[in-house]
């Protein structure tokens, strides 16, 4: 069982930068594909990015080339880096956990993009 915690969002002009974390406890999250989805008002909750346990990434993309996902194993932490955000990047973003059948979730974070 795996318990995840998100945070750093907020509110951020067009263009300006946020960085999300997700702690995790109750398991090393070394064994885990992590991933960062997001869900706007009104919309399906869609994969933002993911990086599995070789380090290996995947991004969706519209965030290709302005977030950054990455994992510190020591610290049971997974973090995504947000540059250069639009105003459609606004959404509830939340950390996800996948090891086989099994998901996790955190509670989300609120990310707002708006001048």
């Known amino acids: 069982q795996v318990q995840l915690v998100e945070s750093g969002g907020g509110l951020v002009q067009p263009g300006g930068s946020l960085r999300l974390s997700c702690a995790a406890s109750?398991?090393?999250?070394?064994?885990?594909?992590m991933g960062w989805y997001r869900q706007a008002p009104g919309k399906q909750r869609e994969l933002v990015a993911r990086i599995f346990t070789d380090g290996f990434s995947h991004y969706e993309d519209s965030v290709k080339g302005r977030f950054t996902i990455s994992r510190d194993n020591s610290k049971n932490t997974v973090d995504l880096q947000m540059d250069g955000l639009k105003p459609e990047d606004t959404a509830v973003y939340y950390c996800?956990?996948?090891?086989?059948?099994?998901?996790?979730w955190g509670q989300g974070t609120q990310v707002t993009v708006s001048s």
């Open positions: 996800n956990a996948n090891y086989a059948f099994f998901d996790y």
């Open positions: 109750g398991s090393a999250l070394s064994n885990y594909g």
